[in-house]
């Protein structure tokens, strides 16, 4: 049974363990870094992005709030002008004609006032012909005036939905007001907004290429788009799933995945203006807000995966430097510990396991026995049939106790022809057993194939641990002195410790 110390084969496990856990460690903390700066960088241009919105949005508000105003009193002051000339001809008066021609050149083109009759018949400002440019007794606006209303805090003001003009065919916001004047055969006064030229102000604005700038009625209906679309002019944008819900809401951001246009994915920014049923909403695409990070994405991520490429190859490298060290360390260990011609334990490997087996056998208060063998006449076996045969006899008794001991017993040669056994867990009766029956194995066994004639016999000597040893040394020397009164007694014979 040649030695077989684990120790010999297993390369040391905290040497293999220590490197993958570094390349491991060094793994995580590179994409634990990358995945953290990248993280708070989106995370940052997000927040830029949405401030930048809505400083954007707070101008627009702004723009939006100083129009409707401006509208406003352009409307009530055409209705004092009416309550106070309820006989003049407000299509034709000259002063009235030329206040409006410069309430339209203060608005730049953007604002327009026309009036609308009890039956809906809707007049331009000047009409020489007095014919209607269109019935508009079934827009909303006009209902919205069959009785006084009230608008955050705005009497008989209402914002429509826009509309396709029926005589210009231009797209309006119109904004109605119900006239104090009621025996001028006048229902109210019509402001509109021209959206044309409001999204032409807004596409300076808003932010390329999937931003857009909106005015939003507070119910939800959408009044203006810039980039302008007329298929969306009056949808409800408050059916969308990621509209803000609630009441009394004054300002603040969000993200959607639409809003009522092409499906991108949007940052929004809203803002109430102040004494109108309006909000302004002005967007920006998610995906372009992003752009920087996509760049330092691929450029972090492709450096992280150099480097991890970079450190699997050295870590390859040492580990195959590690298994040319690692061999290297089990053949000088194997040389230090195992015969080379028997292989079993040289005397070094068989004394240090005699001192683990004695402080085993203290420890756990359980018997450990000792053999000592020595083969008879060797030296007159190298004299007549050659050290090779020598060499077969050693090999040969080696591998024939071996196969005859117990798993646990434990094998070496510590000189010349002599050998011995440890027994751990063995009382010197069993001891003195087996060292019987490996004597009668030896002398029955041919263990020369060159010399199959060949007979050999043992003296063998049986030492165990008694309660005053301090060690394995006085166990083996009681196991030589056994043995060496075997050879004097004839040889071929098993003798015990007194």
Known sequence: ??????????????????????????????????????????????????DELVQLNSVVA??????????????????????????????????????????????????????????????????????????????????????????????????????????????????????????????????????????????????????????????????????????????????????????NLEHGTYQSDSLASDGARRILAYERIAGYPLYTVVTRGFDEALVPFQRLRWILLTVAGVLSALLLVFASIIRRNQRVLFRAQRTLRRIALVDELTQVMNRRAFMLQADREYARARRQGEPLALLMIDIDHFKDINDHHGHAAGDEVLRGVAAAWGDALRGHDLLGRLGGEEFGVLLPKTTPDAAGLIAERLRQLTEAASVSPSVPALRLSVSIGVGWLEAGDKGCSPVLSRADQALYRAKEQGRNRVERQP
């Open 62 to 247: 702004q723009h939006t709030s100083a129009t409707f105003t401006l509208l406003e009193t352009d409307l009530r002051m055409v209705d004092r002008w009416l309550q106070a000339h309820q006989g003049a001809d407000p299509l034709n008066d000259p002063a009235f004609v030329a206040t409006l021609d410069e309430m339209r050149q203060l608005s730049r083109g953007l604002i327009d006032i026309l009036v609308v009759t009890t039956d809906g018949k809707l007049h331009a400002i000047p009409d020489a012909t007095r014919h209607p440019v269109a019935d508009v007794h079934d827009r909303e606006y006009f209902l919205a005036q069959t009785a006084p209303q009230t608008q955050d805090g705005k009497p008989d003001l209402f914002v429509g939905d826009p509309v396709l003009g029926r005589a210009a065919g231009r797209w309006r916001i119109p904004v109605s007001l119900r006239t104090g004047a009621d025996g001028t055969g006048y229902r109210m006064i019509l402001g509109v907004i021209e959206l044309e030229r409001l999204t032409e102000l807004h596409e300076q604005w808003r932010l390329k290429e999937k931003g857009s700038i909106l005015l939003v009625r507070t119910d939800g209906h959408l009044l203006s788009r810039a980039p302008l679309d007329p298929r969306l002019m009056g949808m409800d944008l408050s059916r969308l799933p990621s509209y803000p819900k609630g009441e």
């Open 1 to 50: 049974m040649p030695f077989n110390d684990p120790s010999l084969d297993a390369a040391p496990s905290i040497l293999k363990r220590g490197l993958w856990v570094f390349v491991a460690t060094t793994l995580l903390v590179v994409w634990g870094a990358t995945a953290a700066f990248l993280f708070v960088y989106r995370d940052r241009l997000i927040r830029s992005a949405t």
